[in-house]
C-alpha cells in the first residue's frame, strides 16, 4: 500500500504508514468488526451485520459506523485489558441474555456524540478495539493520529484563565471536568486561576507580541463578564481604530445641518437629522480618518480605558489564527449559547480542541463624560454580546450587592428594579441603516395600527446557524462616512439597549433579539420608551417566553444599526456591558465586524 504523503512512520519506524488500511477487530461492547481507515475518516461494520439487523439485536445501532476525523479528538494506546462481548443468542431471540469478557491489548479512540434534538449538547464518547497483537494496535493509533495531525486549524498551545469565584465558586470544578479533554487532545494548557478583581485584564494587558504568538487562543472559564474583561485585555492595547463619533460633535452636525437647511430635530421618535454626512463641502464627516482621529486624540494613551491611536497593533484583527474560547461557569453565559447553541463545559471543550471557528462582532464603546458636569479623558470599552442603560443597567448595579446570593441575585434584583419602574430622560442617535439585499425577516409594521395586546402575525426570521449564510456573506459592513443618515430620538426611556448577538439565555431562550447574527456587522438598537407597568411586564414576559414577540409593541423601537450616540442629564447613569457596570451619561458607540474568532461551531437551529 501506499504510504501517507507526509511520510509517516509505523511503530518499526522503517516504513510509511498506508493511506488506507481495513482489518478485524473486537469493538467493546459490540462485537467483532471490520475496520477500515482512509483519508478522511474512520468506519466500521459488524462481521454478523445482516443477521444483527435481521434479529433487532439491541446493539443494532452499531452494525455500521463513520466517524470523519473532523470529528475525532484523540487517539491512544491503552495496552491489555478486557474487551465484552455481547453472546449472540439464537435467532429469533430478540434480547441479549450475557455478556463475554476476553483479554486483549486495545487502542482508544475519542469523538463526541450528539443526538438530532435542537440545541442538545456533544458528549465525549470513546470507542475501544481489541486486537491480540500490540504492533497493530499501536500502529492503528499512530495512522489516526497521523490522520488528526492533518486537520487544520486545531489548537496546540492554550492559555486558560478559571475565574474562581464564578457560578457561585464553580469556574475551578468545571475547568477539573473537562481538563481530560484538552490532555488527551494533547493541547497544552497554561493554567491561571485568578486572584483578584481585573487580574486576567492585567496579565492580557501586559503581553508581549513575542508571548501571544506562543498561544493559539485565550480560553476563559467563567461568565459573560469574566470573558469580557479578558477581551478588552486583548483589545484595548492592540486595536487601532477610529472612535464613533461624539454625542457633543453630533449636536454640532445637527447645529449646522439646521444652520444651512433649515432643519431642525423633531423630539419626536426617529426623526431625521438633516441631509446624509456627505452633503456640504464645509461639513465635517462624524466618522472620520483614523489619521483625523489620531490628532485630535493624539495626547490619550492607554491608562484606565482610554485609547492609543499612536500604538501599532501588536497582531493584526480580525486574526485567523488566534481564537477566544468560553468554558462556562457563570450566571447566565449568553455569549457560549449563542456561539455554540447550547451551555454546556463539555461541548465548550470539544469545539475548542475540535478547532471549530466563528467570527464574532465586537462593539467598541466610547465614554465621553461620567457624569454631566465631569471633564474626562475617553474612555473605551468593548462588548461582545450587550449594552444596556435604564432597567439593565440599574438590575446590574443593585445585583453587585447580593453577590453572596449567586446567580439568583439577578432574579431578586431584576424584581426590585421593575417594581420601582424608573425612567430616564435621554437622547440617542443611530445611524439609519439601509440594506440593498436584506435577508428575509420581520416586516416593520407602522407605529398606531395595532394594540399592545394583538401582536402582528408572524414573518420568517433568518436566524443564525452553523454555517450562517448572513455571517459568511461577503458584504461590506461597518461605519463609512460616505452616505450616512443619522435619526435621533428624544424622550423619556426605560431602557436603552444595544444588542451585538440574540443574547439567548436562560431566562429568555429566543434572546433580546431572535435574528440577531453573530458577524453580521450590525448592533440591534432596542428603546423601550416609558410606558405603564403593566405594559412593561409584557415586553418583559414576551422575552421570557419561547417565540415571544418582544419588539412588536409600540412603546418598544427597534433598529437595526452600526453605530448609535447616548446622552443623558442624569448624574448617576450605569450602563450594563456584558454584565460589567460602565458609568457614563455620554456614550458612543460603533461595530466591528469580526472582530475576533472564536473556538466555537454556531448554534444549531
Aim: aromatic share 10%; hydrophobic share 35%; charged share 20%.
Amino acid at each position: 500500500m501506499e504510504g501517507n504523503a507526509d511520510g509517516s512512520k509505523d511503530d518499526q519506524g522503517d516504513r510509511p504508514l498506508p493511506n488506507s488500511m481495513s482489518a478485524t477487530f473486537r469493538l467493546d461492547h459490540v462485537g467483532e468488526v471490520v475496520v477500515t481507515i482512509d483519508s478522511d475518516a474512520l468506519s466500521w461494520k459488524t462481521v454478523r451485520a445482516e443477521e444483527n439487523k435481521r434479529d433487532c439485536l439491541c446493539f443494532g445501532s452499531n452494525v455500521e459506523t463513520e466517524i470523519r476525523f473532523s470529528d475525532i479528538y484523540a487517539a491512544d494506546f491503552i495496552k491489555w485489558g478486557p474487551i465484552h462481548e455481547p453472546i449472540i443468542p439464537k435467532s429469533g431471540a430478540h434480547f441479549l441474555s450475557r455478556v463475554s469478557m476476553v483479554m486483549m491489548y486495545r487502542f482508544a479512540v475519542h469523538a463526541f456524540q450528539k443526538s438530532q434534538t435542537q440545541n442538545s449538547p456533544w458528549v465525549p464518547v470513546m470507542y475501544i478495539f481489541g486486537y491480540n497483537d500490540t504492533q497493530t494496535c499501536l500502529m492503528w493509533t499512530k495512522r489516526i493520529n497521523a490522520s488528526l495531525s492533518l486537520q487544520a486549524g486545531r489548537p496546540k498551545n492554550l492559555l486558560v484563565f478559571v475565574h474562581p469565584l464564578s457560578g457561585k465558586g464553580k469556574g475551578p470544578r468545571t475547568w477539573e471536568s473537562v481538563a481530560p479533554i484538552f490532555n488527551r487532545a494533547k493541547v497544552k494548557t497554561k493554567v491561571v486561576v485568578t486572584e483578584r478583581a481585573g487580574h486576567a485584564f492585567d496579565m492580557m494587558t501586559s503581553f508581549t507580541d513575542s508571548d501571544l504568538n506562543s498561544y493559539d487562543g485565550v480560553i476563559a472559564v467563567g461568565g459573560d463578564g469574566f470573558f469580557n474583561e479578558i477581551l478588552n485585555g486583548f483589545l484595548l492595547s492592540r486595536h487601532n481604530a477610529p472612535y464613533p463619533p461624539a454625542p457633543a460633535e453630533f449636536m454640532n452636525s445637527v447645529s449646522n445641518n439646521k444652520n444651512h437647511s433649515g432643519q431642525g430635530v423633531s423630539n419626536s421618535s426617529s426623526s431625521s437629522v438633516g441631509p446624509t454626512l456627505d452633503q456640504g463641502e464645509d461639513q465635517e464627516p462624524l466618522l472620520r480618518s483614523p489619521e483625523a482621529i489620531a490628532s485630535v486624540h493624539k495626547n490619550f494613551r492607554v491608562k484606565d480605558g482610554s485609547h492609543n491611536l499612536d500604538r501599532e497593533p501588536v497582531l493584526s484583527l480580525p486574526h485567523e489564527w488566534f481564537r477566544f474560547g468560553i468554558i462556562p461557569a457563570g450566571s447566565t453565559d449568553a455569549i457560549v449559547i449563542c456561539t455554540t447553541g447550547t451551555r454546556d463545559a463539555a461541548t465548550s471543550a470539544l469545539q475548542i480542541v475540535l478547532g471549530k471557528k466563528r467570527h464574532l462582532d465586537i462593539a467598541q464603546v466610547v465614554r465621553w463624560k461620567t457624569s454631566p458636569s465631569s471633564i474626562d479623558a475617553p474612555s473605551v470599552r468593548y462588548a461582545a454580546s450587550f449594552v444596556g442603560y435604564g432597567f439593565y443597567g440599574d438590575v446590574i448595579k443593585e445585583s453587585e450587592r447580593y453577590r453572596w446570593m449567586g446567580p439568583k441575585r439577578y432574579d431578586y434584583a431584576g424584581t426590585k428594579v421593575f417594581l420601582k419602574h424608573k425612567s430616564y430622560e435621554a437622547d440617542v442617535a443611530y445611524v439609519d441603516v439601509k440594506t440593498v439585499n436584506p435577508p428575509a425577516g420581520k416586516t416593520s409594521t407602522a407605529s398606531g395600527t395595532r394594540q399592545w395586546w394583538r401582536l402582528p402575525k408572524t414573518h420568517d426570521k433568518v436566524t443564525c446557524s452553523v454555517n450562517c449564510p448572513v455571517c459568511d456573506a461577503e458584504t461590506k459592513s461597518g461605519c463609512d462616512s460616505e452616505d450616512l443618515k443619522w435619526l435621533q430620538c428624544k424622550g423619556r426611556f426605560l431602557s436603552v439597549g444595544a444588542a451585538v448577538i440574540s443574547c439567548r439565555n436562560e431566562r429568555a431562550p429566543d434572546g433580546l433579539v431572535a435574528d440577531a447574527h453573530l458577524a453580521d456587522g450590525f448592533m440591534h438598537l432596542i428603546l423601550v420608551k416609558d410606558c405603564p407597568h403593566p405594559l412593561f411586564l409584557w415586553h418583559l414576559t414576551q422575552l421570557a417566553r419561547k417565540g415571544g414577540r418582544p419588539l412588536d409593541l409600540d412603546f418598544v423601537e427597534h433598529h437595526k444599526t452600526t453605530a448609535f450616540t447616548f446622552t443623558t442629564s442624569n448624574d448617576e447613569s450605569t450602563w450594563n456591558l456584558d454584565g460589567e457596570l460602565f458609568p457614563a451619561c455620554q456614550l458612543s458607540a460603533q461595530v466591528f465586524r469580526g472582530l475576533i474568532s472564536m473556538f466555537a461551531s454556531g448554534p444549531d437551529v
